[in-house]
């Protein structure tokens, strides 16, 4: 590919890089103190029944399951997950303090420059469990990708007012598993970031919120039939939901792996975004941009991203930086 044309603004300043390696570090702490806390989600009590203490396990869902009569062994089973679960809400607590503190000097150095609605969008995500069974795709990709090697590509390649989100069918059982759990709409995640957020009438696979900004639910085309792949796919069993839209990139972006990348809002706020891999981003939009049948002014930027993605490639280490498949 030719790069004649320099798509690349400028690297970030010194005290830039030190403060976004100082907060993905703290990041990706918190990252993995939430899923501790998963792990020992709920509670255990002692409860008296006909004269005999028994240990109960109480799920976040409330549901109460007995582990039998105390005993030494319950004894250690209840001093060891109470312990723990102190531990971890104490370092969670503390990691949240953190982060906060980070998001406040990343605003004030100008560290990133994701729109805070794309970040907002990223979290809601990943507080419902749902991170990662989508990966962000089309043009809000780059920000994970020039992050990944501490620089700012041009803004004319990354300027848009909508976000797609490829929902990995793969994995479809278990995304209505959790869906069935949140007993909530996807639509309803996204109004918990923006309340204006609705589907557009003539297009249900698009929220829009009352700024213009859109959030599409794609996928890949439909391999065979039956429950674990149905199409048309609305992705839960509100009425007022998203149905996701069948793309023909969809299993290309899914197979070329899952890459994964902190990236920081405007307000400092940070979020993990999961992007298909740099190769095959570069591929599949140097495809779409030879397309005569597409429309010219999508094909003249697909083939800025193209070359965007590759100058990183080869100029700027972002290989190394592929977190593998998914």
């Not at 994970?144 to 041009?154: L, M, Q």
């Not at 598993?177 to 970031?193: A, E």
């Not at 023909?248 to 940070?270: E, Y």
């Amino acid at each position: 590919m030719d790069h004649s044309e320099n798509t690349v603004m400028g690297a970030l300043s010194e005290a830039q890089t030190r403060q976004y390696i100082d907060a993905e570090s703290a990041w990706r702490a918190l990252e993995e103190a939430q899923q501790a806390a998963q792990e020992v989600r709920g509670s255990m009590m002692w409860r008296t029944q006909a004269g005999r203490r028994y240990l109960v396990r109480v799920s976040a869902s409330g549901a109460q399951t007995s582990l039998g009569p105390a005993s030494d062994a319950n004894t250690e089973i209840f001093e060891r997950f109470t312990a723990r679960k102190h531990g971890v809400q104490a370092r969670l607590r503390q990691l949240r303090d953190t982060v906060e503190q980070h998001a406040r000097v990343n605003r004030a150095l100008r560290v990133g420059r994701v729109p805070t609605i794309v970040v907002d969008t990223l979290n809601a995500l990943a507080k419902a469990g749902l991170q990662q069974h989508f990966l962000t795709v089309g043009t809000h990709a780059l920000y994970a990708y020039e992050t990944a090697c501490g620089v700012r590509v041009r803004t004319e390649a990354t300027a848009t007012q909508d976000i797609d989100l490829l929902l990995d069918t793969r994995r479809y059982l278990r995304f209505v598993t959790t869906m069935q759990r949140l007993d909530t709409s996807l639509l309803g995640i996204f109004q918990k970031v923006d309340k204006s957020f609705a589907l557009r009438g003539d297009q249900q696979y698009t929220a829009v919120n009352a700024a213009g900004f859109e959030i599409d639910v794609i996928r890949r085309a439909a391999q065979g039939s039956g429950a674990d792949d149905p199409h048309p796919l609305r992705v839960s069993a509100f009425e007022d939901d998203f149905w996701a839209v069948q793309v023909p990139t969809g299993q290309a972006l899914l197979g070329g792996g899952r890459f994964s990348q902190m990236v920081v809002a405007l307000n400092g706020q940070m979020a993990t975004m999961h992007a298909p891999s740099p190769d095959s981003f570069v591929r599949i939009k140097t495809g779409l941009g030879r397309r005569a049948d597409r429309d010219p002014l999508k094909r003249r930027k697909d083939l800025l991203q193209a070359q965007v993605v590759q100058q990183l490639l080869d100029l700027h280490g972002l290989r190394y930086h592929l977190k593998g498949t998914a």
